[in-house]
Nanobody
Framework: EVQLQASGGGWVQAGGSLTLSCASSGFNFDDYSLGWFRQFPGKEREFVAAIRSSGGGTSYADSVKGRFTISGDNTKNVMYLQMNSLKPEDTGVYCC????????????????????WGQGTQVTVSS
């Protein structure tokens, strides 16, 4: 059974930093993609960033480019999201998701193509 567990959320003042982790287990896919999405109360889920398990291709939402960095450690099956220069509008529940197929970069933001989702971790940025 595929399991994804996000952690590392918390409260931070604007301009601060947080690092989220997503631990994954229960699968043996050769090539897959992992993504971060966030959801704000009353709004649609929003793409944040994604990474391919091999080749290291990454994709970012325009709103986080230059501030967030996604990375992965395949030996530990953990994905990270380093978030710097946080803004109040970054507040939300951050979830990690897995697509067991190799994705082209232009499709990494498509939430409906991710088959597995973990529970989210709350990020709150105060002004």
């Amino acid at each position: 059974e595929v399991q994804l567990q996000a952690s590392g959320g918390g409260w931070v003042q604007a301009g601060g930093s947080l690092t989220l982790s997503c631990a994954s287990s229960g699968f043996n896919f050769d090539d897959y993609s992992l993504g971060w999405f966030r959801q704000f109360p009353g709004k649609e889920r929003e793409f944040v960033a994604a990474i391919r398990s091999s080749g290291g291709g990454t994709s970012y939402a325009d709103s986080v480019k230059g501030r967030f960095t996604i990375s992965g450690d395949n030996t530990k099956n953990v994905m990270y999201l380093q978030m710097n220069s946080l803004k109040p509008e970054d507040t939300g529940v951050y979830c990690c998701a897995l697509d067991p197929r190799r994705k082209i970069l232009s499709r990494m933001s498509y939430a409906n193509e991710y088959d597995y989702w973990g529970q989210g971790t709350q990020v709150t940025v105060s002004s």
